[in-house]
């Protein structure tokens, strides 16, 4: 128990963990909880939540990590937009390590191009206004979460009559993600922790689908601790009070002081006229998946960066030695990569789960696991 | 970069633009509020931000206990977070 002291409210942690234990005791067999959302993956490591729950409960960390799930192709293509004349690419701080094939953002900077990276997309957008002789295009990730910002700066452009700003649209949707992890079948997931941002936007309601069509239990849950440990705990109460085996299991919301049943209105409004959804998009580790890009739409056309530059566009698969794809569907752990720890760290990372702090990889390496012997003598030895 | 920060309402310069001044451990910046054009913002209200946008509406008392948990993610996370916002230029 030597994490606990680190906790808001230890006497609550532990409460809840006993409460978690006597229900783990009654379950007729382990579950594997999934989280979707790169911030519960980072508090999972960093408060060591894994070693403090029972055995009979594995934590896998799914597709929440948006920088983690753009494949090297799209990185290749921003590094390709990054080196042509006149243009000034922008885009946020994680993006910029992110190895593209020969390169990343910081390399092509270091060699003359104009690359910024910006706390906004609205920053993006000042940059336009500021440089009318530039082209300023704006290299786009995210969930629902980020989503709506692009939307609303996009709005702005139009309003503005700004020529000199595009968006290279590499926003993401939650919901195709998950369809394709539980219809894979290489990962058994037995219920998910709801991602607390993303529901800001979408709801709860957005997840409903995982009860209905699968009987997937789902708690919606918020980045303390201690929000973690009581999804954890309401998701077993599904599993032993027998609603789950009765075919009943349902999303319910922990995280109710911030998200709404239906999610916000004004930005999936904003979403629904700026953006359309792309027939097929293709995710690291999870591949083509329909429906699951979302495009700028007609009306904005004149700020998509896909149709005012000849992107290239071409696919690219994953560097041989990373297995980024396989931790990112929860298929491994970061450790068991072959190069994590070793040829792969967050100085120099192969895979995106090890560029953005909410990688997995990342997560896992960051909180004292040194490389893979380590990591797996720690877990073993627990 | 997913980070949803705490920051309280300093002032809402016109209420006719969705905007406000937002204070972040004493950081001062503009942030957009078209995301929550529902709600009656006002100063002294605490909303959580993401990459320059209000994007919900929380109480103090949620305020505090996300921004203390985010300090303790280590790292770095919150002082890069505060740098970032910092930087911003949103007006």
Redesign the interface.
């Known amino acids: 128990m030597k994490y606990v002291d680190e906790y808001r409210d230890p006497a609550a942690a532990r409460t809840l963990l006993h409460r978690i234990e006597e229900l783990a005791s009654q379950l007729e067999r382990p579950i594997a909880v999934m989280e979707i959302c790169g911030g519960h993956t980072h508090t999972i490591y960093r408060h060591g939540l894994e070693h403090l729950l029972p055995e009979a409960i594995e934590l896998i960390h799914g597709p929440g990590c948006p920088v983690c799930v753009i494949p090297m192709g799209r990185v290749d293509d921003a590094l390709w937009l990054a080196r042509q004349p006149g243009v000034t690419l922008t885009t946020f701080g994680d993006m910029m390590r992110v190895p593209g094939s020969t390169d990343s953002l910081l390399q092509v900077r270091a060699a003359g191009a104009d690359v910024r990276f910006v706390y906004s997309p609205l920053d993006a957008l000042q940059i336009a206004r500021e440089n009318p002789q530039q082209e300023v295009v704006f290299f786009a990730v995210g969930f629902e979460t980020t989503a709506p910002s692009t939307a609303v700066t996009l709005e702005r452009a139009r309003v503005e009559r700004i020529p000199n700003f595009s968006v290279f649209s590499n926003h993401v949707t939650i919901q195709p993600p998950l369809r394709a992890i539980v219809n894979g079948g290489q990962t058994r997931v037995d219920a998910f922790i709801g991602p607390g941002h993303v529901a800001t936007v979408v709801g709860t309601k957005a997840f409903e689908f995982l009860p209905e069509e699968f009987n997937l239990p789902v708690v919606v849950t918020g980045f303390e601790p201690l929000d973690i440990l009581q999804a954890v705990w309401m998701l077993l109460e599904q599993f032993t009070s027998g609603e789950v085996a009765a075919g009943r299991a349902r999303v319910e919301n922990q995280y109710a002081r911030v998200v709404r049943a239906d999610g916000s209105q004004p930005a999936l409004k904003l979403m629904e006229r700026v953006f359309s959804i792309r027939d097929t998009f293709e995710w690291r580790g999870l591949g083509w998946i329909e429906n699951s890009g979302l495009g700028i739409s007609e009306e904005y056309s004149a700020w998509d960066a896909e149709k005012k530059f000849q992107v290239p566009g071409e696919r690219v698969p994953d560097p041989a030695a990373c297995e980024c794809g396989s931790v990112l569907t929860g298929r491994i752990k970061p450790w068991e990569c072959r190069v994590f720890g070793t040829a792969c760290t967050p100085e120099t990372p192969i895979g995106t789960c090890m560029v953005s702090p909410e990688g997995a990889c990342a997560a896992f390496y960051n909180f004292g696991r040194m490389d893979r012997s380590t990591a797996q003598n720690l877990v073993i030895q627990d | 970069?997913?980070?949803?920060v705490p920051a309280e309402i300093v002032a809402i310069p016109d209420p006719a633009v969705p905007r406000a001044r937002v204070a972040i451990s004493g950081v001062e910046r503009t942030v957009?509020t078209?995301?929550?054009?529902?709600e009656h913002l006002a100063p002294g209200d605490w909303v959580?931000v993401?990459?320059?946008?209000a994007?919900?509406l929380?109480?103090a008392d949620?305020a505090a206990?996300?921004l203390?948990?985010i300090k303790?993610?280590?790292?770095g996370?919150f002082e890069?977070e505060l740098k970032?916002?910092e930087?911003?230029?949103?007006?």
């Open positions: 970069m997913c980070l949803g957009a078209d995301l929550l054009v529902d959580l993401h990459v320059g946008f994007l919900s929380i109480d949620e206990v996300t203390e948990q303790r993610l280590g790292g996370t890069t970032s916002f930087s911003s230029a949103i007006d």
